[in-house]
């Protein structure tokens, strides 16, 4: 069964870096079409695709996003990290990681992070 | 703005029917699988429908989709209290190169 945790900082300040990391089980990058995303929800609004990371290394990021976001994967460590600079409080918001195998199929819980002085 | 549009809410009485839309372009749902997502309060989204109209394991047949050129629909029939939540539709735009995700549709059965 897969799963999927998120963890990181609950509070940053205004112009820090975040850094999220995604801690999984139950699948692996060596299936082919396995992919591994982060999708955020501010408070009271809707889904907000972040960046996405394949199998092959391949990645994708949120256009208006792309040149604050970073995300890598360790295999050995089951892990996909999410690099986030110069944090703003319009960044606050749930954050989430999912499975995507054609769909995000598996959703972490969650983690909130609120950016304020 | 989301790239996808969905009415903000929709609401029916329990056993009934409900129809969620989910509006977007040649771009995306024309040419792209359509997922719905189901978001109780306090949650974590689930995965209700993928590649348009196939449901996960686990997931009731009270809930089906359907996909029509540029639109996607998500109905929940049998209605029941505990189907109170927020739905989301997604897919990818190829043209954006991005996920996008609808703007939302809150369901109250009444």
């Known amino acids: 069964q897969i799963t999927l945790k998120e963890s990181g900082p609950t509070l940053v300040k205004p112009t820090q870096t975040l850094t999220l990391t995604c801690t999984f089980s139950?699948?692996?990058?060596?299936?082919?079409?396995?992919?591994v995303g982060w999708i955020r929800q501010p408070p009271g609004k809707a889904l907000e695709w972040l960046a996405l990371?394949?199998?092959?290394?391949?990645?994708r990021y949120r256009p208006s996003l792309k040149s604050r976001l970073t995300i890598t994967k360790d295999t050995s460590k089951n892990q996909v990290v999410l690099r986030m600079t110069n944090m703003d409080p319009v960044d606050t918001a749930t954050y989430y990681c999912?499975?995507?195998?054609?769909?995000?199929?598996?959703w972490g819980q969650g983690t909130v992070v609120t950016v304020s002085s | 703005q989301s790239v996808l549009t969905q009415p903000p809410s929709v609401s029916a009485a329990p056993g009934q029917k409900v129809t969620i839309s989910c509006s977007g372009s040649?771009?995306?749902?024309?040419?792209?699988?359509v997922s719905w997502y189901q978001q109780l309060p306090g949650t974590a989204p689930k995965l209700l429908i993928y590649?348009?109209?196939e449901r996960p394991s686990g997931i009731p047949d009270r809930f089906s989709g359907s996909k029509s050129g540029t639109s996607a629909t998500l109905v929940i029939t049998g209605l029941q209290t505990g189907d109170e939540a927020d739905y989301y539709c997604?897919?990818?735009?190829?043209?954006?190169?991005?996920?996008?995700f609808g703007g939302g549709t809150k369901l109250t059965v009444l």
């Open positions: 590649e348009n109209d």
């Open positions: 999912a499975h995507r195998k054609g769909a995000f199929d598996v």
């Open positions: 040649s771009s995306n749902i024309a040419n792209n699988y």
């Open positions: 139950g699948f692996s990058f060596s299936t082919n079409g396995v992919g």
């Open positions: 990371i394949y199998w092959d290394d391949d990645k």
């Open positions: 997604a897919t990818w735009d190829t043209s954006l190169s991005a996920w996008v």
